[in-house]
């Protein structure tokens, strides 16, 4: 492993080693060359400054608060090793250890007699890394911190970075900062679901904060207050009402003896404002002046450090913003007369019910979640740049959306349901942007739903049987038919090249996306009333930071996706991204109109037939297909005792009903499947001296119904019936028969399941092939 850095000073020298420094330095040269940005260095600075008695360049000064290297030394997803060995000056009575905020930086790093040493990885956590050690000098306690850059190699930090933070910032103001330090193995756990959905965290914040405003501003209108008892001494002369004996009698004696001077004590009601539920919500508004103050301050003390020096002003602005119109409220006339809040005994039915209160209290029910989150915290970081990436990925599909031609109508900011901590999306669709066109077409547009397992699955919905599936983007559209059609597309901040250097999505995200498509299924209601699986996702596709020259080639994955529907996109900020716009152009087309005034369509939207029509979506598990026989034929005879125009519409080609029992189906344990599967019906007639089947009709639609709910028209009689489940087939117009088909008389009821073709050229019942062979 060779060593990329030596820094030498009077009490230690640090050394660094990494694995294939040059293969990183190439990517990020490709990477800035490609972009047209300016190839970036490393700086290394010092807190204090620091004493380098070996520099790495001659010409660099000896003493100073930090240095400049001629290239790049420090990359995400690349494990650097670190080690201190420290002069004969620094004392060992007290190990040297390092510091940092992530304990789990801390514990890597190991002591042995004059050497501290540990790896890191930095993954995709990119700005500034600083690194302590510390250490004592004859009794004298000695911190040094070291800070660098770490760069991403598939972006650009100037310029692909700023695009990615000014699209999020314009949506989701201020969701890239991160609250969430950790600073101990318990509270890493605790915060995690709060890390692992972290859109719209702030502006969720933001909208509560707005809300608690305006339901004090309704309290303030119209306060709660109650009779409230006090004690109040008056002279004898105000005294009004009616006494108690023993008042009366002491006031009698004061006046027979001349002393006038005397004041009594009485007890009397009025109607206050300072009650429990006032006093919760002035506990309210002062908790949450406190903790953004608390917040606010921590924020700017970790701004000063070289670290966090990507904290922006405007997020300042933003927590005083949130602070001033509380502070305002709180200085309310009304809230003078409140005293403090200690609690209360019961339940209040005003906090649940009043208006205004309501609100407070379900408000603060969430907010001091986030505002005992805060108080935790003691630095402000941004996110990863897979996180930001994956946020990107979300709202630069969004963007595409609305250059087709649809308008946003509603957006689902963060239903969170409360379990704790832990925050879990409502029915794995809680942030999601909803979208609508003239033509009719619908869009949601999820953000990692939920695909959960379920023992008892309802019918409409989406799940995975195995394990829990969460895709980062789920896009789902609505035609004006009615019919729905799923796509997914997953954000993945990695590359892999090539034999050719072509910038490719990693295998096993290719893998992922056979995997999701595979694991989800829809659960949609049977016409028989059962549970009918279908795979709903026609299409998954991986969005990774990949660059090429689009108006010179084609995607590398389209054969992939007209071929079998998986595949991936390049996707980069800054860039047109003609690959992905085109795919969802070709899906939904763009509305356009000649003028304002004709509202004259000049691009038509495809029916959504043409995706099933395609390749990738008619590809079915081997030796199946989508219907087992295209053409199964129902034969059986009619029924005994039916009305005579019943069997008259049997004999003239105009019959529209047929049912059969499902007991008699289950006797010969034909499954559902195949008698949803029959597409013609073929039903013999006459009496007891000959039968015969002289019609095919074919069949519309077969539902699960019970007797009683079949009528005369249906059935071609009265039964007593009740909740015996029957089969119900809607017959469509009849075709004749080239040669009427003998139909045996047998002494039970028998029915036999064939093709269509077999009942237009055989002449007899008997000689008909099965089909499903246990129905004989």
């Known amino acids: 492993m060779p060593e990329i850095l030596t820094l030498s000073t009077s009490h230690f020298e640090l050394s660094v080693w990494t694995k294939e420094i040059d293969k990183a330095q190439d990517l990020l040269k490709k990477t800035h060359h490609a972009r047209n940005a300016d190839l970036p260095v490393t700086s290394i600075r010092f807190s204090p400054a620091l004493l380098l008695t070996q520099p790495q360049d001659a010409q660099l000064a000896k003493s100073q608060p930090g240095l400049v290297l001629p290239e790049a030394l420090f990359f995400e997803n690349k494990q650097y090793t670190f080690e201190f060995i420290f002069s004969d000056a620094v004392s060992t009575r007290i190990e040297p250890v390092i510091i940092h905020r992530l304990r789990g930086i801390e514990e890597v790093f190991h002591y042995k007699p004059c050497r501290l040493s540990g790896s890191v990885n930095f993954g995709n956590d990119i700005g500034w890394f600083r690194l302590g050690v510390r250490y004592y000098v004859n009794e004298t306690l000695i911190e040094q911190y070291l800070s660098f850059e770490v760069l991403p190699t598939k972006m650009a930090m100037a310029k692909d970075l700023e695009k990615i933070h000014s699209d999020v910032d314009a949506l989701y103001p201020l969701w890239r900062f991160s609250l969430a330090q950790k600073t101990d193995q318990e509270l890493a756990k605790s915060n995690k ?36 008892p006090y004690a109040k001494n008056v002279s004898a002369e105000r005294l009004r009402g009616r006494l108690s004996a023993k008042l009366e009698e002491r006031v009698t004696g004061d006046l027979r003896n001349g002393e006038y001077q005397h004041r009594y004590q009485i007890n009397a009601k009025r109607l206050s404002v300072n009650t429990p539920e006032n006093q919760f919500v002035k506990m309210v508004l002062n908790k949450s002046i406190l903790e953004l103050m608390r917040f606010k301050d921590r924020v700017e003390r970790e701004d000063k450090v070289p670290e966090q020096g990507r904290i922006s002003v405007s997020f300042l602005n933003e927590l005083s913003g949130w602070k001033k119109p509380l502070e305002q409220l709180l200085n309310r006339p009304f809230f003078a007369d409140v005293g403090a809040f200690e609690g209360m005994s019961a339940e209040s039915l005003v906090l649940q019910q009043r208006a205004g209160y309501a609100a407070v209290y379900r408000i603060w029910q969430e907010l001091k979640l986030y505002l005992d989150l805060f108080g935790r915290h003691a630095a402000v970081s941004m996110k990863s740049v897979a996180e930001l990436y994956e946020v990107w990925c979300l709202l630069e599909v969004r963007g595409m959306l609305l250059a087709l031609g649809f308008v946003e109508t509603a957006t689902s900011r963060a239903l969170l349901n409360n379990k704790g901590l832990e ?222 125009v019943y069997s008259e519409h049997y004999c003239d080609g105009s019959a529209r009903w047929y049912h059969i029992p499902l007991s008699t189906t289950n006797k010969f344990s034909v499954e559902r499947n195949a008698m949803r599967e029959v597409r013609y019906c073929a039903i013999a007639h006459g009496d007891a001296d000959g039968r015969h089947i002289t019609h095919l009709y074919p069949v519309k639609s077969v539902k699960l119904k019970n007797r009683c709910d079949l009528s005369i028209e249906q059935t071609g009689r009265m039964d007593s019936e009740k909740n015996t489940k029957y089969w119900l087939f809607e017959l469509g117009y009849a075709q004749p028969l080239p040669t009427a088909l003998i139909f045996p008389v047998f002494p039970h009821f028998k029915f036999r399941l064939t093709s269509a073709a077999d009942v237009l050229t055989t002449k007899s019942w008997n000689d008909l092939p099965a089909r499903y062979a246990q129905v004989k």
């Not at 679901?193 to 501003?217: C, D, I, K």
């Not at 980062?472 to 590359?495: S, V």
């Not at 010179?552 to 991204?577: C, E, R, T, W």
């Open 193 to 228: 679901p709060h890390e692992r959905f972290p859109l719209l965290w702030l502006a969720h914040f933001e909208s509560l904060r707005s809300a608690l405003e305006s339901g004090v501003q309704q309290i303030c209108r119209t306060p709660h207050t109650r009779l409230m």
């Open 423 to 644: 925050k879990t999306l409502t029915d794995g669709m809680g942030a999601a942007f909803h979208f609508s066109r003239a033509d009719g077409i619908k869009i949601r547009l999820a953000h990692e739903p939920v695909f959960s397992r379920s023992k008892d699955p309802a019918f409409g919905k989406i799940y995975s049987w195995t394990t829990v599936q969460k895709p980062d983007i789920f896009l789902e559209a609505t035609f004006a038919n009615g019919e729905k059609i799923q796509w997914i597309f997953d954000a993945k901040y990695r590359i892999a090249e090539d034999k050719n250097g072509v910038d490719c999505a990693p295998d096993d995200a290719i893998n992922q996306m056979h995997r999701y498509r595979d694991a989800l299924i829809h659960i949609h209601q049977a016409d028989d009333g059962g549970h009918e699986k279908s795979r709903p996702v026609l299409g998954a596709f991986v969005l990774y930071p990949g660059w090429f020259e689009e108006d010179a080639g084609a995607n590398p994955y389209k054969d992939a996706i007209d071929s079998v529907g998986i595949g991936g996109f390049p996707l980069l900020p800054g860039q047109n991204n003609k690959w992905l716009q085109g795919f969802l152009t070709n899906c939904f087309g763009i509305l356009q109109y000649e003028n304002d005034a004709s509202k004259e369509l000049t691009y038509f939207i495809p029916h959504p037939d043409q995706f099933f029509a395609e390749d990738s979506g008619r590809i079915a598990q081997s030796g199946t297909s989508l219907s087992r026989y295209t053409d199964l034929t129902l034969t059986a005879p009619l029924g005994p005792d039916r009305s005579k």
